[in-house]
T-cell receptor, first 112, second 114 residues
Framework: NAGVTQTPKFRILKIGQSMTLQCTQD?????MYWYRQDPGMGLKLIYY???????DKGEVPNGYNVSRSTTEDFPLRLELAAPSQTSVYFC???????????FGPGTRLTVT | AQSVTQLGSHVSVSEGALVLLRCNYS??????LFWYVQYPNQGLQLLLK??????LVKGINGFEAEFKKSETSFHLTKPSAHMSDAAEYFC????????????FGSGTRLSIRP
């Protein structure tokens, strides 16, 4: 059981470039989330999904897009990267029976 | 609107000493409350949660937290700190168990002195 996996671990982007952060889970959880964590701050919710085909905006969705074509995958797309998107990005799922969130190891993104 | 405030961005204690990490919340209805721990270069891991059952909640690694409605607090404690407890700790509040409305505090970095 791998849990929640994220790729890549690190990435450096130039301003204006685009990329997709991958998130995959093997726990068959319906709920999935994308957070960003800035230094000295808590986690901010970017987007979340309550099941395949259903996504919704969180607290800070601007500059990002998501899709959820399968239960397992929840990619996060950055279009036209900006320095303000420099952050650590975490994907998470929710065990609906346990009410516990399970986090991936994170992707550290730098935009210069 | 719900919110959570963690008092102290950095707490340092000696090994073997009491650990106390403070968390106050604001919520218009009874909340769900969580403490998460983040070790360096890792994701967050659930320590414990309060979901309106017992007010004293025991978690992993010897941590516990007490829900005090009158003080709107959910402080995290451990009687005796261990070097392996050094990490970042996050308090979080949610009005719903779906976690789609979880709000995280800004975190408290716990350092342990030998």
């Amino acid at each position: 059981n791998a849990g929640v996996t994220q790729t890549p671990k690190f990435r450096i982007l130039k301003i204006g470039q685009s990329m997709t952060l991958q998130c995959t889970q093997d726990m068959n959880h319906n709920y999935m989330y994308w957070y960003r964590q800035d230094p000295g701050m808590g986690l901010k919710l970017i987007y979340y999904s309550v099941g395949a085909g259903i996504t919704d905006k969180g607290e800070v969705p601007n500059g990002y897009n998501v899709s959820r074509s399968t239960t397992e995958d929840f990619p996060l797309r950055l279009e036209l990267a900006a320095p303000s998107q420099t952050s650590v990005y975490f994907c998470a799922t929710l065990g609906e029976r346990t009410e516990e969130q399970y986090f991936g190891p994170g992707t550290r993104l730098t935009v210069t | 609107a719900q919110s959570v405030t963690q008092l102290g961005s950095h707490v340092s204690v000696s090994e073997g000493a009491l650990v106390l990490l403070r968390c106050n919340y604001s919520s218009s209805v009874p909340p769900y409350l969580f403490w998460y721990v983040q070790y360096p270069n890792q994701g967050l891991q659930l320590l414990l949660k309060y979901t309106s059952a017992a007010t004293l909640v025991k978690g992993i690694n010897g941590f516990e937290a007490e829900f005090k409605k009158s003080e709107t607090s959910f402080h995290l404690t451990k009687p005796s700190a261990h070097m392996s407890d050094a990490a970042e700790y996050f308090c979080a509040v949610s009005l719903y168990s779906s976690a789609s409305k979880i709000i995280f505090g800004s975190g408290t970095r716990l350092s342990i002195r030998p």
